[in-house]
């Protein structure tokens, strides 16, 4: 009974072992940076279900993490870059993006610190920028 019972734990053991090393998968992480655009990006087109589509989200990531401040406490910081391609006029709402902080009649609260937002577009084969 007892080789049985170290035969199951040798072998779920093994399994273990093997699951462990099957999810090292290699990922390429992509930069997104405000800023820079890709000419890809202005190629690109509806397709699928909602191939009528106003606009496309091309991408949505985020990143939050903690920092100290200088009265020594942490912060949490949350940063998100948004990019989307409007097609037509009934796209433009997009551009009205809101953010929500929370407030509190405590201490609690949320700040914006920093917010930047352009507008590219192509004129005769040429990036132009507003801001």
Known sequence: MQKNALKILMAM?????GSLYA???PTVKREFKF???APSEFEAKPFGVDSAASAIKLFDVGNCYFEINPQGSFIYVYERHI???ILNKNG???ANFPIE???SSGASKEDLNYMDAATYNM???KMVTSN
């Open 92 to 94: 433009y709402d997009l």
């Open 23 to 25: 999810q090292n998968i």
């Open 83 to 85: 990019r989307y391609k």
């Open 13 to 17: 053991l093994c399994i273990g072992v």
């Open 101 to 103: 902080l929370y407030r």
């Open 123 to 125: 004129v005769d084969g």
């Open 35 to 37: 800023g820079k655009i």
